[in-house]
């Protein structure tokens, strides 16, 4: 009698269910990891938006701020922030007040509503 060489089929069942197992444990993390990434993404625009208001009342002694003042090539912020989550800065912001405390943004994507606290 022959002995051949290789895995047999149960072998090769067992390995394949133990990286299926593998995988389904670590999908909740990686997913947690992407939100709590695209989380402080959308939070350090608006903190670079919340810094250009800042500059641009300095700068002009208004006590206003609209989304045409602060964005543009000769603005403070050069493009607009890239979104991440389906989330529009543009219409969040229709005008930013001096002395505002925070800025909230709602991400679709992420089922939540950002907030930046100043």
């Known amino acids: ?10 072998e090769i069942m067992i390995v ?12 909740p993390a990686f997913n947690k990891v992407r939100q709590t990434s695209q989380t402080n993404v959308v939070i350090n625009n608006l903190r670079q938006l919340a810094n250009a208001a800042d500059q641009h ?3 002009t002694g208004e006590t206003q701020a609209t989304w045409a003042d602060l ?5 403070y912020v050069k493009t607009a922030p890239k979104a991440v989550g389906g989330e529009s800065y543009a219409n969040s912001f229709a005008t930013i007040n001096q002395g505002f405390t925070q800025l909230t943004i709602n991400v679709p994507a ?3 509503v950002v907030t930046f606290n100043q």
Do not use: P
């Open 57 to 59: 009342f300095i700068e």
């Open 1 to 10: 009698m022959q002995k051949r060489k290789g895995f047999t089929l149960v």
């Open 71 to 75: 964005v543009g090539t000769d603005k």
């Open 16 to 27: 394949v269910v133990i990286i299926g197992l593998l995988a389904v444990m670590a999908l």
């Open 110 to 112: 992420l089922n939540t």
